[in-house]
């Protein structure tokens, strides 16, 4: 696992948080819900190859 992964999630919550915040002050609550979403899914596919990697390594020390 490398730092940079946890940066990049990071910086990607903190932009999602500021915008949700933003866009929730303006009165545009189903746009900070949908930025918010938005926010998860990119995180989750930056977690994707990290998450296949931990299955193939379980995988191999059980021997399957």
Do not use: C, N, W, Y
């Amino acid at each position: 696992m490398d730092i940079s992964l946890i940066v990049k999630i990071a910086g990607v919550g903190i932009l999602v948080a500021v915008a949700s915040q933003i866009l929730s002050k303006s009165g545009r609550d189903e746009q900070a819900m949908f930025v918010t979403i938005a926010g998860i899914i990119v995180a989750l596919m930056l977690l994707i190859t990290e998450i296949g990697e931990l299955f193939e390594l379980v995988m191999s020390v059980f021997g399957m």
